[in-house]
């Protein structure tokens, strides 16, 4: 059973066993396109999760920047993300460059760790 709960800044996206819990909101018809996005990024709208607008979603994330431990999460997942354009340029029957854009944002992540 999926269901949603609404919550501070957004709602929670929940599948479990019934009974549901006191004030769970469902059905949800879009599951599988709200389940990717962060719970502050929905809200509910007339009895239905709906994902908020570009304005609110930019209005949360400008009260709410991210920690410096956030961002040091996101830069090495980068890193690992894209450890395989290095690994592909040190394998010599390729060799293909790194294209500089990665190179840019893997400078950028190392700066922040």
């Known amino acids: 059973m999926r269901y949603g709960i609404e919550v501070v800044d957004g709602v929670e996206l ?55 431990e956030e961002l040091q999460v996101e830069a090495q997942a980068y890193l690992n993300d894209s450890d395989w354009y290095v690994v592909r340029k040190a394998d010599p029957s390729s060799g293909a460059a790194v294209p500089q854009d990665v190179l840019d944002e893997r400078g950028s992540a190392r700066d922040i760790l």
């Open 14 to 68: 929940t599948s479990g066993s019934s009974p549901l819990p006191e004030g769970a909101i469902e059905p949800i018809p879009d599951w599988e396109d709200l389940v990717e996005l962060p719970y502050y990024y929905l809200k509910v709208e007339n009895g239905v999760i709906v994902e908020k607008t570009e304005a609110e979603k930019t209005a949360y994330d400008e009260a709410h920047p991210p920690t410096v």
